[in-house]
């Protein structure tokens, strides 16, 4: 249904589960999916032909797990250029596998188990903590007796090492791998999509919002086509690969084949003698071969001082503040009874109630001192500096940047940003892999949801690593703006983001989430089709002279946090420096306030021709940014999630994912109902939504809500007080209040926690009604009017409804 072009190339092997010392498919995929100058990803982005490349054995976890074989898979995203030229892709992948074979020998497959055997022992060592479930789970599995795994090694096995050096049947592996004869190919287009689609419709008929009525609706029609036009055809293709160009460019004649599970059409065919000779004796690629060292592997990492002491010692004001903190978490309970009015809910067989465990263990979990806290960042310079808590003994480090440009974007700076950063990641893609491989990770991304444009540089790892890591990045995208851009190159990338954008709406919920946005801020965010439409006209000069500018105007922010921080800072803003002598300050964008008492429709067609799946996203804005609006937003979640659930999906099989909570715009905090659906019109489900919340006001209003108010405050102080599990959990959060343009904003999450004990149920069932307009509503006093309403419907091109839940359904 996608616009997909995907080629695969699959092998059988034969049962890998009892090899867990030497894992023989981990050389094939480490030598086939690396993406150094050497690679075949490399070779093909530099011909314009593929995007990305992923080597390994095939599946989640079963395939690769089965007693009778495993699948080892080639998975590459395709160009437009490369689905004519599809024929060749393969050529390469097994040239690739061939010229890896012949530069083995003992020296090279010795280097290459050291380097793995090297990360992944590092890896393992300084793992952070994950979910015990999962762990058990995997242990449990590689407890069977068909595995053989020793119990000494069972911990080292579920982490990923390899326990011993590669051996023959590493080599054999790859053996297979280069033989044509022994693969599958398989190929995904949207070329062999049928005529049969159907057409673009109204989203209601007969509705008036939609029946030309024009708006939103009218101008999405046109910017959204339901069928995407196909791939220009290639007429570049080398003769040797011509006469198998239209096995990818065109349906098939015959009648497809029906997979009985899924309904999804396919064709068998199989490869003509002729192509299998030519893959054979392809020698196109002279400069394929095996992966160089790794300079990024890292020997012996060693912690450097923490932050021993989160915060100064707590001054006598703070510990009176801490002591009465503690006291309201543990008598609150009987406050709100009192004020209600009503009785405690009954204890069965003599067991607490449900408000009283939560409130005992919140009482018994919460930290009660302000200095049990993570230490908040501290500016030092331009760069904000995170240091590494005590309780995290890991030697990681973790920068997040941003280089951020002028105000007032518009939808062409918007849709260049993106294929500068595709370009900027395409640049940097050979040089940086090996950290990759080597337990570093980084990420180059556009940001289109703020009120300017940015560029956002992510990365982390063993701290040994990750500033020089960080300069290749700034030096990538300096390089993007200066050096001439091979023509083909520019094309995939821009190939490659034409097909992200029209995939970007696909699914329903997402259409329906990020319209709201688009609503909300309007000239400031830019549906996808407009995007992908304004890409259109931008060629490899005007996308350079924009990154020029654009980088001559920009200002810089940027976090350090981990492993020894402030020293890896000096290098950071240094960095930095080079690309932008301007820091950040920023301040949220404006946002359409929705006036009170009203409510607003907005109507779309799925981007989807064949999709059934329906969304429908009720917003309702509450007002500025404020501890206790984030608070009170949480709790409505809180109260009323579980009911919501149970009702809609549960009870009424309304649809397939039901869901509430609150909502943060820039600096301004508003709470959301979503439900897709592919049985119900939103219409129909907008009817039952407001049903379900007059219904669920009755028990709002109820004495007995007080209890239940104090299980879901308890629990919501309870999960507002845990610590961050890990160094990356610290440095994002600490990021997100940064890039806000509230760095304060760091440990919220304690002050709403400690402010839970002085919500009554009172202030709750008045944000209820005031929010949901259900109580009586005064135009005079603006506090008191109903919230403002935002309404998203998003139909499916293909939808079909049960009886009685469609557009003309009763509400």
Not at 66 to 71: D, E, F, I, W
Not at 83 to 111: K, S
Not at 119 to 135: K, W
């Amino acid at each position: 249904r996608d616009a997909a072009r995907d080629l695969r190339l699959v092998w059988p092997l034969p049962s890998i589960r009892r090899k867990w010392r030497t894992r023989p498919c981990d050389l094939a995929a480490h030598c086939l999916g690396h993406e150094g100058p050497r690679s075949a990803l490399a070779q093909l982005r530099r011909s314009g032909l593929a995007a990305g490349l992923v080597a390994g054995v095939s599946g989640d976890g079963v395939s690769d797990s089965v007693a009778c074989g495993a699948l080892f898979a080639v998975s590459v995203d395709l160009t437009e250029a490369g689905v004519a030229r599809w024929a060749e892709v393969v050529g390469c992948v097994l040239a690739h596998a061939r010229a890896c074979l012949r530069e083995l020998c003992d020296d090279t497959l010795g280097r290459l188990s050291a380097e793995l055997r090297k990360v992944e022992r590092l890896n393992f060592d300084f793992e952070e903590d994950g979910e015990v479930d999962d762990l058990v789970e995997g242990l449990a599995a590689l407890m069977l007796a068909h595995d053989g795994v020793d119990r000494e090694h069972l911990l080292e096995v579920a982490g990923g090492c390899l326990l011993a050096p590669f051996d023959d049947d590493a080599i054999e592996v790859l053996r297979v791998l280069a033989d044509p004869t022994k693969c599958r190919v398989e190929l995904s287009t949207a070329a062999f999509r049928g005529d049969e689609c159907p057409p673009e419709v109204p989203c209601a008929p007969g509705c008036p919002r939609c029946a030309g009525r024009g708006g939103f609706h009218a101008a999405l029609a046109k910017l959204m086509p339901a069928k995407p036009p196909p791939p220009p055809a290639s007429n570049d293709v080398p003769a040797t690969w011509a006469p198998f160009a239209h096995l990818a460019t065109r349906r098939p004649a015959e009648s497809p084949q029906i997979e009985p599970r899924f309904g999804t059409e396919h064709w068998t065919a199989p490869v003509p003698p002729s192509l299998i000779e030519a893959w054979s004796a392809c020698d196109d690629w002279p400069a394929l071969g095996l992966p160089a060292p790794n300079a990024f592997v890292v020997d012996a990492p060693l912690l450097k001082p923490g932050s021993t002491k989160a915060r100064p010692a707590p001054s006598n004001e703070e510990e009176a503040d801490a002591e009465r903190a503690a006291r309201a978490c543990k008598d609150f309970a009987d406050a709100w009874r009192r004020r209600a009015g009503g009785p405690a809910k009954k204890k069965r067989k003599g067991k607490p109630s449900s408000a009283d465990v939560a409130l005992s263990k919140l009482v018994e979990g919460f930290p009660a001192a302000p200095d049990a806290t993570d230490a908040a960042p501290a500016l030092i310079g331009d760069v904000w500096v995170l240091p590494r808590p005590d309780r995290f003994e890991l030697p990681t480090l973790y920068v997040r940047a941003r280089l951020t440009g002028s105000s007032k974007p518009t939808v062409t700076d918007a849709a260049t940003l993106q294929l500068v950063s595709a370009l900027v990641a395409d640049a940097v893609a050979e040089d940086l892999y090996p950290a990759t491989v080597a337990g570093l990770d980084y990420t180059i991304s556009a940001v289109l949801d703020a009120d300017a444009l940015a560029l956002s540089l992510k990365c982390g790892g063993f701290d040994e690593k990750v500033p020089a890591l960080f300069d290749a990045l700034l030096r990538g995208v300096r390089r993007a703006a200066d050096e001439v851009v091979e023509p083909r190159a520019f094309a995939a990338a821009k190939s490659e983001v034409a097909l992200s954008l029209e995939n970007a709406w696909h699914d329903a919920d997402r259409h329906a989430r990020r319209l709201r946005l688009c609503c909300l801020a309007p000239g400031r965010r830019f549906a996808p089709a407009q995007r992908r439409a304004a890409l259109q006209s931008v060629d490899a000069v005007a996308c350079q002279r924009w990154l020029r500018n654009f980088l001559d105007g920009c200002s810089r922010s940027a976090l350090v946090g981990g492993n020894g921080a402030a020293d890896a800072a000096r290098s950071v803003d240094a960095s930095l420096r080079t690309v932008s002598t301007v820091a950040t300050a920023r301040t949220c964008g404006p946002v359409a306030r929705l006036p009170r008492c009203h409510a607003y429709h907005v109507d779309a067609a799925g981007e989807d021709a064949e999709g059934r799946a329906c969304a429908l996203e009720c917003y309702w804005q509450l007002g500025p940014d404020s501890p206790a609006s984030r608070l009170l937003a949480d709790l409505l979640e809180a109260v009323i999630d579980e009911p919501l659930y149970d009702q809609l999906r549960t009870k009424e099989q309304l649809g397939y994912s039901v869901s509430c909570g609150s909502r943060w715009t820039d600096g301004i905090v508003g709470f959301g109902i979503c439900v897709t659906s592919k049985e119900a019109h939103p219409d129909y489900v907008a009817g039952r939504v407001d049903a379900f919340l007059r219904e669920f006001r009755r028990e709002v209003m109820k004495p007995s809500f007080a209890e239940d108010l104090v299980e879901h405050g308890a629990a919501l102080a309870l999960r507002r007080g845990e610590k961050h599990r890990s160094p990356r959990e610290v440095a994002d959060h600490a990021w997100e209040g940064i890039y806000d343009g509230r760095p304060d904003l760091f440990d919220s999450h304690i002050v709403e926690a400690l402010a839970c004990g002085s919500v009554a149920p009172a202030a709750v069932r008045a944000a209820y009604d005031r929010m949901f307009g259900l109580g009586a509503c005064a135009p005079a006093d603006g506090a008191a009017c109903c919230a403002g309403k935002l309404v998203v419907r998003v139909v499916g091109r293909a939808a079909t409804f049960a009886e009685g839940r469609g557009p003309d359904g009763p509400p």
